[in-house]
């Protein structure tokens, strides 16, 4: 019998997060990545109010904490305009380094992950060159640099979501690249899995032609999405589900959960009170299987889930199965 693998487990957590759910995961995680810290576009960190995240961290042993650093506007939205100024700024840029350190010695962190999304094509260079002068700082003071990317297919794909991001680069700068593999389906989107395999796996081919497979972190979504259809793009909104509210929810309308072969998915339809007819897509043992396969065929580091608010004991039943994870 083949000798199990050693990954890495990183999970994103609110601090608001049920405490059973979370010492659920501990046991499972080497990284518990704390969403999120802000920053001005000085430099200056906004805090976040996560005691609960590190002291159960520490509690349980073996689980670095990371800050999650996103640039948020006041209303919580990404914003490639706070990004822009901070990036344009090579001494706001340096502030921003220095005082990330200094959290991270104060509170007795791990390391910290870069999560900007939508940056702007004219920044992205600056992105990298951010992240890179993180890492090399944050390594010598005993700290790990990780970088959240947009699910890109090819080098120029053309949208907000992706141009800000250069693979290549950052898998140069960072320790570690936490590929978002997952939103195929989303809120405002048409009905469709979370994370359809076809889709993960045309985002890792491209992925390991521009970065080193040891430094990837594969994105797992552990949630779902119930859609009221008919879908009008623009108009509909889909309901953001547990996987244990999918199948709950499946029970208690007396449906069956079939299973998408192609997609590596489960989904099912059903009518509710009013007659309207909804479908939803969310993750079981069977797709977790599916998506922890390729940790293996593609020779990762490990994974990233997003996120570990609602418990899913199969699906962490099916990790430690499979895998050793790594303890710091």
């Not at 693998?5 to 999970?11: A, C, H, K």
């Not at 948020?72 to 220095?98: H, K, M, T, W, Y």
């Not at 007795?108 to 890179?132: I, K, S």
Request: hydrophobic content about 40%; some cysteine.
């Amino acid at each position: 019998m083949n000798e199990k693998e050693t990954i890495i487990v990183n999970g994103y957590a609110y601090p608001s997060i049920d405490p059973d759910s979370l010492a659920s995961w501990l046991p499972s995680l080497t990284l518990l990545s704390n969403f999120s810290y802000g920053f001005t576009p000085e430099g200056d960190i906004i805090d976040l109010d996560d005691e609960n995240l590190i002291r159960a961290a520490q509690e349980a042993g073996g689980v670095g904490n990371l800050m999650v650093l996103t640039p948020l506007d006041s209303e919580g939205v990404f914003s490639n305009e706070l990004a822009r100024q901070l990036l344009e700024n090579p001494a706001a840029r340096e502030n921003l380094i220095d005082n990330i350190i200094n959290v991270l010695y104060e509170k007795e962190l791990f390391g910290v992950d870069f999560d900007f999304e939508y940056v702007l094509a004219e920044n992205r260079d600056q992105y990298t060159a951010l992240v890179a002068e993180a890492t090399e700082r944050c390594n010598q003071a005993g700290f790990i640099v990780t970088v959240a990317l947009a699910p890109k297919t090819s080098r120029d794909q053309p949208g907000l979501l992706y141009q800000g991001h250069d693979y290549f680069g950052m898998g140069q700068a960072a320790n570690f690249v936490l590929l978002m593999t997952y939103e195929w389906g989303y809120t405002y989107g048409p009905p469709l899995p979370v994370a359809p395999l076809p889709s993960v796996r045309r985002v890792l081919d491209y992925g390991v032609s521009e970065i080193p497979p040891d430094k990837i972190l594969m994105g797992m979504p552990n949630y779902g999405y119930d859609w009221t259809l008919p879908f009008v793009q623009g108009e509909s909104r889909a309901e953001k589900i547990s996987n244990g509210e999918a199948v709950a929810r499946a029970a208690r309308y007396g449906v069956a959960i079939e299973y998408n072969e192609e997609y590596q998915s489960p989904y099912y339809y059903y009518y509710d009170e009013e007659n309207r007819e909804h479908v939803v897509w969310f993750e079981d043992e069977r797709s977790w299987q599916a998506k922890l396969n390729l940790v293996s065929e593609y020779g990762f580091a490990g994974i990233s889930i997003w996120n570990i608010m609602p418990p899913f004991e199969g699906g962490r039943a099916i990790l430690e199965s499979d895998f050793n994870i790594l303890k710091v």
